[in-house]
C-alpha cells in the first residue's frame, strides 16, 4: 500500500491542461523532493520531473511539476495524444528508509 | 548513451531463487548508486531497493516487502548489477526494472531514478 496518493485517473481533450495530485506527509513529500515519472503503454518508465520541477533534457517544457507542503502536482499543458500514459509521483521516506511511488494516474487524451 | 540491459528473468517456483542481472554501459558504473524497481501485473511501481556506490560503502536499503529475501551486489569491474531473490512467492511475480540513482542527501533528499532499463519479467508459479 503506497504512503503517496494520487488520482486513478486524469483526462482531457488535445491541447487542454491536465494536473495531477500527489499527497503525502510530513516524513515523505513534505521532507523532500518529488519526481515524476511516464510510462508509455508497452514502454519502461522514464524520469519526467525530478527535484520538484526540473526537466530532464529531452522532456518538452508542456511538462512542470510544483510542490507545496505535503503535496505535489504534475502539470501537462498542451496535451497531445502522445501524453496517453500511466504517470507516477516518488520520493524518499525518511521513516521507512525507503523511496516510495504514488499510486499511479493514468491519463487518457479524449 | 546510457544503456542497461535486465536479464536472468523466468519461470520459477515458489520458495525457490533466482538471480538477476543489469549490464550496463555509457556511463562510469561504479560512481553510481543503482536501484531495482518492479511491477506487478495490473499494479503499479513498486521500489525494491538499492546499492550505494563503493564510495558510500555500498551499502543497500530494501523495501519491507523484500527484505531479508532480496539481495542487492555490484560488480563494479563488470559494470554490473545483481539482484538475487530468495524464498520467491507468487506475490512477486513482475517485470523487474534495473534504474541508475542519482541521489543527494542535504537538509532535505533528492533521490530519483534517472535511466531505466526495459525490465525482464518473473513469474513465480508452481
Known amino acids: 500500500q503506497s504512503v503517496l496518493t494520487q488520482p486513478p485517473s486524469a483526462s482531457g481533450t488535445p491541447g487542454q491542461r491536465v494536473t495531477i495530485s500527489c499527497s503525502g506527509g510530513s516524513f515523505d513529500i513534505g521532507s523532500n523532493a518529488v519526481n515524476w515519472y511516464q510510462r508509455l503503454p508497452g514502454t519502461a518508465p522514464r524520469l519526467l520531473i525530478y527535484?520538484?520541477?526540473q526537466r530532464p533534457s529531452g522532456v518538452p517544457d508542456r511538462f512542470s511539476g510544483s510542490k507545496s507542503g505535503t503535496s505535489a502536482s504534475l502539470a501537462i499543458s498542451g496535451l497531445l495524444a502522445d501524453d496517453e500514459a500511466d504517470y507516477y509521483c516518488a520520493t524518499w521516506h525518511d521513516i521507512l528508509n525507503g523511496y516510495v511511488f504514488g499510486t499511479g494516474t493514468k491519463v487518457t487524451v479524449l | 548513451d546510457e544503456q542497461l540491459v535486465e536479464s536472468g528473468g523466468g519461470l520459477v517456483q515458489p520458495g525457490r531463487s533466482l538471480r538477476l542481472s543489469c549490464t550496463t554501459s555509457g556511463f562510469t558504473f561504479g560512481d553510481y548508486a543503482m536501484s531495482w524497481v518492479r511491477q506487478a501485473p495490473g499494479k503499479g511501481l513498486e521500489w525494491v531497493g538499492f546499492?550505494?556506490?563503493?564510495?558510500?560503502?555500498?551499502?543497500?536499503e530494501y523495501a519491507a516487502s523484500v527484505e531479508g529475501r532480496f539481495t542487492i551486489s555490484r560488480d563494479d569491474s563488470k559494470s554490473i548489477a545483481y539482484l538475487q531473490m530468495n524464498s520467491l512467492k507468487t506475490e512477486d511475480t513482475a517485470v523487474y526494472y534495473c534504474?541508475?540513482?542519482?541521489?543527494?542527501?542535504?537538509?532535505?533528499?533528492?533521490?530519483?531514478?534517472?535511466?531505466w532499463g526495459q525490465g525482464t519479467p518473473v513469474a513465480v508459479s508452481s
Open positions: 546499492i550505494r556506490s563503493k564510495a558510500y560503502g555500498g551499502r543497500t
Open positions: 534504474t541508475r540513482v542519482y541521489i543527494e542527501v542535504m537538509t532535505a533528499v533528492s533521490f530519483y531514478l534517472d535511466y
Open positions: 527535484d520538484n520541477n
